[in-house]
């Protein structure tokens, strides 16, 4: 589509899961993606998958730890230095974690609120200026549907989503007169790479991980989601298509979530 010819785009965890999928939807169309991640490894397999699709200069993968400021600094940086600016940011960072609130250490608090909460964050200051200097741009942040509800177990992603979707709003708030849009995506159950950790943690298949979860969770449309049907929703929300919707929330969750 030609609203997406030429977007500079930066997708933190985008070497797998969700976070590829909209690298590689984004890329179809015509963008220039920047992802990140930490494993390496990783990051050279989805550099190799973008580059079947687009000219390797439209692509850039470089191993970052975004909870370390100095790093994802250097990394916005990179990006706009080597495309002039940036126009889009999707904060995708951070694995689910949930057990009972009793059972949760001061140290998995601490690490969950720096990938979940803080990344994002640092990632939206750091990006601003560069997105004021390029004219604008739009911000997605991808978070939980618990953000909204939050059921026994789901602690502490849940508390750090849900402080996700107040950064978001706020976020939109300010920046809007800067010409920043800034949304969110709330992910239901989805396949992605935490979902093949998960199948392989509990050593049962892919297709029946996903359909335990259906069952345990008893979401309305009877399914799991795709990571394309989310990529979607996060492509429309960095469009010129969305251009007047900032402090917005899309749940793509099957019906799962009570809360619209």
């Given at each position: ?11 933190t965890g985008g070497s797998a899961g969700l976070g590829l999928a909209t690298a590689e939807l984004l890329v ?127 602690m502490p992603s849940s508390v750090f989503r849900s402080a996700g979707l107040a950064l978001t709003n706020g ?71 969305a251009s007047y919707l900032t402090g917005t929330c899309f749940n793509v969750d099957g019906g799962l979530s009570?809360?619209?």
């Open positions: 589509m030609a609203e997406y010819d030429g977007m500079r785009t930066i997708i179809s169309r015509g963008a220039q993606v920047a992802i990140c991640g930490r494993d390496q490894t990783r990051l050279d397999e989805a550099a190799a998958r973008l580059a079947e699709q687009t000219d390797e200069s439209r692509i850039i993968a470089r191993s970052v730890d975004v909870t370390e400021g100095a790093a994802l600094c250097a990394f916005i940086d990179e990006v706009a230095d080597t495309w002039g600016g940036l126009d889009g940011l999707v904060n995708s960072a951070g694995v689910h974690t949930g057990d009972s609130f009793m059972a949760i250490t001061d140290e998995q608090w601490q690490s969950d609120f720096e990938v979940k909460l803080l990344a994002a964050i640092k990632g939206i200051r750091l990006a601003v200026p560069v997105m004021q200097a390029s004219g604008g741009g739009s911000i997605v942040n991808v978070l939980s549907v618990f953000a909204k509800f939050q059921p026994a177990g789901t976020t939109a708030a300010e920046l809007a007169p800067l010409g920043i849009r800034v949304n969110e995506v709330l992910i239901g159950f989805a396949e992605s790479d935490q979902w093949v950790r998960a199948a392989l943690a509990a050593g049962v298949s892919e297709q029946e991980f996903a359909s335990n979860m259906v069952d345990r969770w008893n979401i309305p449309m009877g399914r799991a989601g795709t990571s394309n049907e989310a990529a979607e929703a996060i492509a429309f929300l960095l469009a010129a298509r009570p809360v619209i």
